[in-house]
């Protein structure tokens, strides 16, 4: 259990922590915070951005921004019915991004793994997209069909973005987007600014362009804002991780009273032989702790095999558990921790018992 809560603390702080690029900005409607996906901007804005900025990252000509709309919604894919041959759509609320082809320049974790880029009412899925929606791999497969503001999209392809937020979306073309939502301004402008260019010019060009109602923040500064917003989450997965740690004790406490419980005699006798008490209970103690310790091992071992990289849900989309080196070690201490203190009270109490009736106990 607290490999699993560990996992999951780990795994959301590394999906927020690899999305944000410190090259890349963000412009979006002023006022809306943490919102982007209500945010509203002209279309318009992407033109006139690397047109009147300094300092945008270029290639061949092509600037390097990408007019984005981004938006939570209803999205259904078909399942066959348990037990029969029908098929019944299930609908559930998953994230959609309207893209250019200039997506892949701004963001540039994103590596197409399966198929091709969207075509007209097409669509291409992170590989985690599946777990946002709670459906199968199969269901969400290349050439499988998805439902989206009620048009059918076909999958074209799936994607990976080195395990950001990205994965748990799905994107189309921008235009697609627009024409079925009956939309033509945008939800945000990703720029990537190049190593010589100053962030302070493309915040001067929003605050100047009062008539755009625009406002701009760092990527980076902007998924390290969502960190200390799901600070309250992580909190109640540390609250978890202690009550499930205080219940341990308690199980061990009853684990080792048993096993005490049985060897009074023995260790009475070990104190008959002339062994301090100290000596008996660091005995005990040891015993506790390898216990732990061999327990922990096996439970990080099954815990990589079997949790490692497990895909949940979450409002933000969907991330994977991540149980790293960090995760084995504060749950291996847990362990041992439990160990420790789960050894001592029995060990305590056994000893206070005097020697003849120790030897006489069965």
């Not at 927020?16 to 945010?39: C, P």
């Not at 019944?88 to 082809?101: D, F, H, N, Y």
């Not at 949940?312 to 504060?330: E, H, K, N, P």
Request: glycine share 10%; with cysteine; aromatic share 8%.
């Amino acid at each position: 259990m607290i490999f699993v809560v560990v996992g999951f603390i780990r795994g959301l702080e590394r999906s927020l922590a690899v999305t944000g690029d410190a090259h890349t900005a963000l412009i979006y409607s002023l006022g809306m915070g943490a919102n982007l996906e209500y945010s509203s901007i002209a279309m318009r804005t992407s033109d006139l951005v690397p047109a009147s900025v300094a300092g945008i990252q270029e290639r061949f000509g092509q600037k390097y921004v990408s007019p984005e709309l981004y938006l939570g919604t209803l999205i259904g894919f078909r399942r066959h019915a348990s037990g029969t041959a029908d098929e019944e759509t299930i609908e559930s609320l998953g994230l959609v991004r309207g893209v250019t082809r200039t997506a892949l320049l701004v963001r540039r974790q994103v590596q197409i793994e399966q198929g091709s880029w969207p075509k007209t009412s097409e669509v291409m899925v992170g590989r985690l997209f599946a777990a946002k929606l709670g459906a199968t791999d199969a269901e969400t497969g290349i050439g499988q069909t998805i439902s989206l503001e009620g048009r059918k999209w076909r999958i074209s392809g799936v994607f990976s973005a080195g395990g950001s937020a990205f994965e748990s979306e799905a994107w189309c073309r921008l235009d697609d987007l627009q024409q079925v939502m009956k939309r033509q301004d945008l939800s945000i402008v990703a720029v990537t600014l190049a190593p010589t260019g100053d962030f302070a010019d493309l915040d001067l060009f929003c605050k100047e362009r009062t008539d755009l109602e625009l406002q701009t923040i760092r990527e980076g500064d902007y998924y390290a804002s969502l960190q200390k917003d799901y600070g309250p989450v992580r909190w109640l997965a540390w609250l978890v991780v202690l009550l499930v740690s205080g219940a341990g004790v308690f199980a061990g406490l009853n684990t080792m009273y048993g096993s005490v419980v049985g060897r009074i005699p023995e260790l009475s006798m070990l104190r008959t032989m002339g062994f301090v008490r100290r000596a008996v209970i660091v005995s005990l103690v040891q015993e506790g702790m390898l216990l732990a310790a061999a327990a922990s091992l096996l439970a990080a071992l099954i815990s990589v095999v079997l949790i490692n990289g497990t895909a949940v849900r979450f409002t933000m989309g969907a991330f994977a558990l991540r149980i790293d080196s960090m995760a084995v070690l504060i749950s291996c201490v847990v362990g041992m921790l439990l160990g420790l203190f789960g050894a001592i009270p029995p060990a305590i109490r056994a000893l206070r018992m005097p020697i003849v009736e120790g030897l006489k106990a069965v």
